[in-house]
């Protein structure tokens, strides 16, 4: 790869981290201006992007990321949760609750892995797949809590199953991704299994990064 293809290939990348913000839509000036990028440049990326079905326009000109980004989605799920899964069994196990990783999309948190204990007699039934708005469980707002620079961990009770507490942790240092490690039972939880929690986003981060 060339210096210049190379250059075109971080600049591409840049718009698209920038569309996939959630800020909504911006016009092409207002990339321009966020990219430190000439307009005709921006128009060129977007031009690329648009027919690659990563980046539309809506009617008003506005710019937002394209419908083939969920095809690379559905891609990476697999591999998150094949990195996730020894983490998570660790976790689980440790401290004796349902562990899972839980990835930001849209507005609602996705649990994309989830392991439950093996020694306990009764744990929270938590299916991968489900999904809850980011403002509702410590899953969710650990990544809310990431978009604010935090990264230690949050304690939730019954927000989104009554009885149920919830001890979560961003997942940081990875900019493609908004992600939480975490633990829910309707037990207690003793004082370690905030810090192996936080002990486990780490972990997973390193075996992403």
């Known amino acids: 790869m060339t210096a210049e ?6 600049r591409g990348l840049r718009l698209l981290r920038l569309l996939a913000d959630g800020k909504g839509g911006r016009t092409p000036t207002e990339l321009s ?5 000439s307009r005709p440049v921006v128009y060129r990326l977007l031009t690329t992007l648009t027919s690659e079905g990563f980046a539309r326009r809506d009617a008003e000109g506005r710019v937002h990321l394209g419908f083939g980004v969920l095809v690379l989605a559905q891609a990476v799920q697999p591999l998150l949760r094949a990195a996730a899964l ?9 401290v004796g609750a349902t562990a899972h990783l839980t990835v930001a999309e849209g507005d609602d948190g996705l649990a994309v892995a989830v392991v439950e204990p093996t020694w306990t007699h009764m744990h929270v039934a938590y299916r991968e797949g489900s999904r ?4 509702r ?3 969710g707002r650990a990544i809310l809590a990431l978009r604010d620079g935090r990264t230690d961990y949050l304690v939730t009770e019954g927000q989104l199953q009554e009885g149920a507490r919830g001890i979560a942790a961003p997942v940081a240092g990875l900019p493609w991704l908004e992600a939480s ?3 829910v039972t309707f037990g207690p ?21």
């Open 5 to 10: 293809s190379a250059q075109t290939l971080e």
């Open 33 to 37: 201006s966020e990219l430190s990028l």
């Open 86 to 94: 020894p983490v998570l069994r660790r976790l689980a196990e440790q």
């Open 132 to 135: 809850h708005p980011l403002a």
């Open 137 to 139: 469980g410590a899953a």
């Open 181 to 183: 490690v975490g633990v």
């Open 189 to 209: 939880l003793d004082e370690t299994a905030g810090p192996r929690v936080v002990e486990a986003a780490e972990q997973l981060t390193a075996a992403l990064g």
